[in-house]
């Protein structure tokens, strides 16, 4: 028996036959936001939609397109022009042409005036859902709820930057194209989890709330981001950067400082902790939470934590969006621990809500750690380590658990020299992400199971997201290569319509079951995914008898094989620089 990512039954992920069960959740003594942190919210929402609407809205010169006495304008040439390249072309007019100085608006100006519109309907469902934080609610509700806030929260600092970034007059720190893109995709992808934690609560006052103040959100982000993407065209394909710059070594993205570099591979005993985590009271504190309370938020600097050998079990650690910069250090895989066993049958949550380490301020670096999830397969989601941070590397770490493992939820990320375990879709998310020099390892699942290596998710054509797997290895747990003739392993299924994930180079065991990949549901997706496959070896690694689904390829080019490495698919205006240790910014020789 197979769950599906939000717990419903399912044979793959989704069957039409089968009715969900009715929910019968407990009403505990809510835990209501307190009045500070809905005043901050507020108060957040507020000065967002304020400054957006004073500060950085440019004054259009207003056309005379309306006919006297009418109360309904009429689109403009560029309205019709720039929503025609939308998926939601008549909510993209409507929401358009009421927007203050969209009649005199250029086609360039829609782009400002798209984010502009959508930030403030994002700040203001961010600001009235906060409004009903003190209602009684269940647990998985409760959780749903809380999920969609700092979820909201999010995409208003996102929008943010993007609407700087696109700002006419805007000359210093803009973000680049390929920031805005991953901005916005991250925007969307954040909508998406909210709306599919509300989708398996019971259809009460809160849900039915939600939903009215979430209506067309999704859409709308999606709209935005088509508009710019069909603006700043730039060779773009379905969503990858395309950047042609010549082929060169260099230790990680380009995002990440010589000095952030030499961190990476310096031995503890040589770098200065700001703080340092030790169970026996010989450091600066004694929990990870603790730690993560005391550094500074928003740091432009590099904030150190250095973990001591142990086992931390904290519920719900999570380094927050304003705790940037943030690098964690521990003794080693298996010395430092951070643990934990929530999941979503016992602990009634969200998969979201479940990860024993989540991780959404930018810049996030762990290395030398082991993250896990020790729920066991019978508990089915469970997640180890949730990240959702840009410019986030995870270096020489453990991360261990069965269902759901791994998290890689949105925008830029980098995997390096990772052991990651799991059972059914232990790598998912809609982040833009590339594991290199990492292992995947397959463990024994639940009887009737499939193991599935990813499940990527991403919704919308023009998000620059993805997974790319290049010059690790799929191999099998002991307990899973005893009974490989009982269980079938595959090398990812399709979450969403989009769906994307690549392999590069990399060793295949022979527990990789001939098709290579696994349907999500019937023919969902077959023909909008893109799956591809490149110069893999091993047992595993045969193609002569893989699906031939219309998105499944077999890669015969260095040029599109190209598009999914380091170099070009997470290459962001200051990533990681150009020297550096053994690593291949494009494909290994």
Same mark, same amino acid.
């Given at each position: 028996?197979?769950?599906?990512?939000?717990?419903?039954?399912?044979?793959?992920?989704?069957?039409?036959?089968?009715?969900?069960?009715?929910?019968?959740?407990?009403?505990?003594?809510?835990?209501?936001?307190?009045?500070?942190?809905?005043?901050?919210?507020?108060?957040?929402?507020?000065?967002?939609?304020?400054?957006?609407?004073?500060?950085?809205?440019?004054?259009?010169?207003?056309?005379?397109?309306?006919?006297?006495?009418?109360?309904?304008?009429?689109?403009?040439?560029?309205?019709?022009?720039?929503?025609?390249?939308?998926?939601?072309?008549?909510?993209?007019?409507?929401?358009?042409?009421?927007?203050?100085?969209?009649?005199?608006?250029?086609?360039?100006?829609?782009?400002?005036?798209?984010?502009?519109?959508?930030?403030?309907?994002?700040?203001?469902?961010?600001?009235?859902?906060?409004?009903?934080?003190?209602?009684?609610?269940?647990?998985?509700?409760?959780?749903?709820?809380?999920?969609?806030?700092?979820?909201?929260?999010?995409?208003?600092? !996102?929008?943010? /930057?993007?609407?700087?970034?696109?700002? $006419?007059?805007?000359? +210093?720190? =803009?973000?680049?194209?390929?920031?805005? &893109?991953?901005?916005?995709?991250?925007?969307?992808?954040?909508?998406?989890?909210?709306?599919?934690?509300?989708?398996?609560?019971?259809?009460?006052?809160?849900?039915?709330?939600?939903?009215?103040?979430?209506?067309?959100?999704?859409?709308?982000?999606?709209?935005?981001?088509?508009?710019?993407?069909?603006?700043?065209?730039?060779?773009?394909?379905?969503?990858?950067?395309? !950047?042609?710059? /010549?082929?060169?070594?260099?230790?990680? $993205?380009?995002?990440? +400082?010589? =000095?952030?570099?030499?961190?990476?591979? &310096?031995?503890?005993?040589?770098?200065?902790?700001?703080?340092?985590?030790?169970?026996?009271?010989?450091?600066?504190?004694?929990?990870?939470?603790?730690?993560?309370?005391?550094?500074?938020?928003?740091?432009?600097?590099?904030?150190?934590?250095?973990?001591?050998?142990?086992?931390?079990?904290?519920?719900?650690?999570?380094?927050?969006?304003?705790?940037?910069?943030?690098?964690?250090?521990?003794?080693?895989?298996?010395?430092?621990?951070?643990?934990?066993?929530?999941?979503?049958?016992?602990?009634?949550?969200?998969?979201?809500?479940?990860?024993?380490?989540?991780?959404?301020?930018?810049?996030?670096?762990?290395?030398?750690?082991?993250?896990?999830?020790?729920?066991?397969?019978?508990?089915?989601?469970?997640?180890?380590?949730?990240?959702?941070?840009?410019?986030?590397?995870?270096?020489?770490?453990?991360?261990?658990?069965?269902?759901?493992?791994?998290?890689?939820?949105?925008?830029?990320?980098?995997?390096?020299?990772?052991?990651?375990?799991?059972?059914?879709?232990?790598?998912?998310?809609?982040?833009?992400?590339?594991?290199?020099?990492?292992?995947?390892?397959?463990?024994?699942?639940?009887?009737?199971?499939?193991?599935?290596?990813?499940?990527?998710?991403?919704?919308?054509?023009?998000?620059?997201?993805?997974?790319?797997?290049?010059?690790?290895?799929?191999?099998?747990?002991?307990?899973?290569?005893?009974?490989?003739?009982?269980?079938?392993?595959?090398?990812?299924?399709?979450?969403?319509?989009?769906?994307?994930?690549?392999?590069?180079?990399?060793?295949?065991?022979?527990?990789?079951?001939?098709?290579?990949?696994?349907?999500?549901?019937?023919?969902?997706?077959?023909?909008?995914?893109?799956?591809?496959?490149?110069?893999?070896?091993?047992?595993?690694?045969?193609?002569?008898?893989?699906?031939?689904?219309?998105?499944?390829?077999?890669?015969?080019?260095?040029?599109?094989?190209?598009?999914?490495?380091?170099?070009?698919?997470?290459?962001?205006?200051?990533?990681?620089?150009?020297?550096?240790?053994?690593?291949?910014?494009?494909?290994?020789?």
């Amino acid at each position: 028996m197979e769950y599906g990512r939000l717990g419903k039954y399912q044979p793959g992920r989704n069957r039409p036959d089968a009715p969900l069960k009715p929910h019968n959740y407990p009403t505990p003594t809510p835990t209501p936001i307190s009045k500070l942190k809905l005043l901050s919210l507020f108060a957040f929402a507020l000065i967002i939609v304020s400054l957006v609407s004073v500060g950085l809205v440019v004054r259009y010169r207003t056309r005379p397109d309306t006919p006297h006495g009418s109360t309904h304008p009429r689109p403009t040439e560029a309205m019709s022009r720039v929503c025609s390249r939308t998926r939601y072309q008549n909510l993209c007019l409507n929401s358009l042409v009421n927007f203050p100085g969209s009649s005199g608006a250029s086609d360039k100006d829609m782009i400002h005036i798209s984010v502009n519109m959508t930030l403030q309907r994002v700040g203001r469902a961010l600001y009235t859902s906060a409004d009903i934080s003190n209602l009684q609610m269940s647990t998985r509700v409760r959780s749903a709820y809380e999920d969609c806030l700092e979820l909201l929260e999010e995409s208003v600092d !996102q929008l943010s /930057r993007s609407l700087y970034s696109v700002a $006419p007059g805007q000359t +210093s720190k =803009k973000g680049s194209t390929q920031d805005v &893109m991953t901005w916005l995709s991250a925007a969307l992808t954040n909508q998406d989890t909210c709306t599919e934690g509300l989708a398996e609560v019971e259809n009460g006052y809160v849900k039915r709330q939600m939903d009215e103040k979430l209506k067309d959100l999704s859409k709308l982000v999606s709209n935005c981001l088509a508009i710019y993407a069909a603006a700043t065209d730039g060779g773009d394909f379905d969503g990858v950067p395309i !950047q042609h710059r /010549r082929r060169r070594l260099m230790a990680y $993205p380009e995002w990440f +400082s010589r =000095k952030e570099r030499r961190l990476l591979q &310096m031995p503890v005993a040589g770098i200065k902790a700001d703080i340092v985590v030790s169970k026996d009271g010989n450091g600066t504190c004694k929990t990870i939470a603790e730690a993560i309370k005391k550094a500074p938020e928003n740091s432009t600097r590099r904030i150190i934590i250095y973990v001591k050998a142990g086992r931390y079990e904290e519920d719900n650690l999570k380094v927050g969006r304003k705790k940037t910069n943030l690098m964690f250090i521990g003794d080693g895989k298996g010395k430092t621990v951070i643990t934990g066993g929530i999941n979503v049958v016992v602990n009634n949550v969200t998969t979201f809500h479940t990860a024993s380490f989540a991780a959404t301020g930018t810049g996030f670096i762990a290395r030398d750690m082991t993250f896990e999830n020790y729920a066991g397969p019978s508990k089915h989601q469970a997640v180890a380590l949730r990240v959702g941070a840009d410019r986030s590397v995870v270096y020489r770490c453990n991360i261990i658990g069965y269902q759901d493992t791994l998290y890689v939820h949105s925008q830029r990320q980098f995997f390096r020299e990772c052991d990651i375990y799991g059972t059914v879709d232990f790598i998912f998310g809609n982040a833009a992400v590339v594991f290199q020099n990492c292992s995947m390892y397959a463990r024994k699942p639940m009887p009737l199971q499939k193991v599935t290596i990813t499940a990527q998710n991403r919704k919308d054509p023009n998000q620059n997201t993805g997974i790319s797997i290049h010059a690790c290895r799929l191999l099998a747990q002991p307990d899973m290569e005893a009974a490989k003739g009982s269980f079938s392993t595959y090398l990812g299924r399709p979450w969403k319509l989009y769906s994307r994930t690549v392999y590069l180079q990399t060793y295949m065991g022979d527990h990789i079951h001939p098709r290579g990949w696994l349907e999500w549901n019937a023919t969902f997706a077959l023909d909008t995914l893109y799956y591809g496959e490149y110069m893999n070896y091993g047992p595993g690694g045969a193609i002569g008898q893989r699906v031939n689904w219309p998105g499944y390829r077999v890669i015969t080019t260095t040029v599109e094989a190209s598009r999914f490495t380091v170099g070009q698919f997470i290459y962001g205006s200051s990533w990681l620089p150009s020297t550096g240790v053994a690593f291949l910014a494009g494909l290994s020789e």
